[in-house]
């Protein structure tokens, strides 16, 4: 059988771990896929995507900065996408219309829940940070049941809103906003999702956030400890955790979407730690 083809659009898009990743899953799986690398240029997004889909490619990952830009482009969403106000995963459906998911927050539930064994529901959440990571990940936390989930961000604003977005999804849940400065009690789950380490910066928040017991987990990816679990391990926790499993297990779900089969992720979460 012709190999399908797959590609992972951002820009820059040289870094992308994604066609490695999903090269292993076709491996694994025995499906016919072959997956690259697109760089779009910045003003035309929809043009690259249009191009992709007329030459006959079957699905798109999405990246930054074009997460929001997915998102608007598709003719339906799926009700996880439209909540996140991004999307990471594109296809087209029977009719050939263009279709928006988002697996990001599957990821990170599947990664924290099934393969870190960390329980979510009943847990008291932090998470840092408001911007579109955050968004892209809060439905499914919340469809996890945890008893708090409290938001801090620099621009509380921002957090405020999030507030308000999700209040539906968290009829009983202790659902709350505020500044860095103000959680002092140590949480169960602590999940990094801001954008402060790309400019080598910490959130300002206090060491008081982390018990013995509190599990933090960071949504960047590095090859070594990244900077805000460094920091975490400073505050003496003793579980943390950065976001490859997340990247691996959003990857999986939209090839799941795809293929219709759900690769294995562990042996792809030791080969890439090898690389
Ligand atoms: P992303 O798609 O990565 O979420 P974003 O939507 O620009 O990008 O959001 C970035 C997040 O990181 C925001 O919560 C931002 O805080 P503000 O909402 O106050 O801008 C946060 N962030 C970025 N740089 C930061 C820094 N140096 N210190 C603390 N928070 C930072």
């Not at 090859?223 to 959003?250: P, S």
Request: glycine share 10%; aromatic share 6%; with cysteine.
């Amino acid at each position: 059988m012709n190999n399908e083809l797959y590609a992972v659009v951002g820009n820059p898009i040289n870094h992308s771990k994604s066609p490695r990743i999903h090269s292993l899953f076709a491996q694994q799986t025995g499906e016919p896929v072959e997956y690259t690398a697109i760089q779009a240029p910045l003003d035309d997004f929809a043009g690259t995507v249009k191009q992709f889909f007329e030459g006959g490619g079957k699905g798109l990952n999405v990246t930054v900065p074009f997460k929001e830009d997915a998102w608007a482009l598709a003719e339906h969403r799926t009700s996880r996408a439209e909540k996140a106000g991004a999307a990471n995963t594109l296809y087209l459906d029977q009719e050939n219309d263009l279709v928006a998911d988002n697996t990001d927050g599957v990821g990170i539930v599947r990664d924290l829940r099934d393969n870190q064994k960390v329980p979510l529901k009943g847990a008291r959440i932090l998470v840092l940070g408001a911007g579109g990571a955050v968004r892209g990940v809060l439905g499914p936390i919340l469809a996890e049941q945890p008893a708090a989930l409290t938001l801090a961000n620099r621009t509380v604003a921002k957090a405020e809103a999030l507030v308000r977005l999700f209040a539906d999804e968290a009829a009983n849940i202790e659902l709350s906003a505020c500044g860095f400065e103000q959680p002092g009690q140590p949480f169960d789950v602590i999940i990094n999702g801001t954008s402060a380490s790309l400019q080598g910066d910490l959130p300002p928040i206090s060491g008081n956030v982390i018990g013995p017991d509190t599990v933090v987990y960071d949504m960047m990816y590095s090859l070594q400890t990244t900077t805000f679990n460094q920091w975490a391990l400073d505050n003496g926790a003793q579980r943390v955790y950065d976001g490859l499993g997340m990247l691996i297990e959003q990857a999986a779900e939209a090839f799941h979407v795809w293929r219709g089969v759900r690769p294995e992720t562990s042996p792809v979460v030791d080969e890439l730690r090898n690389d």
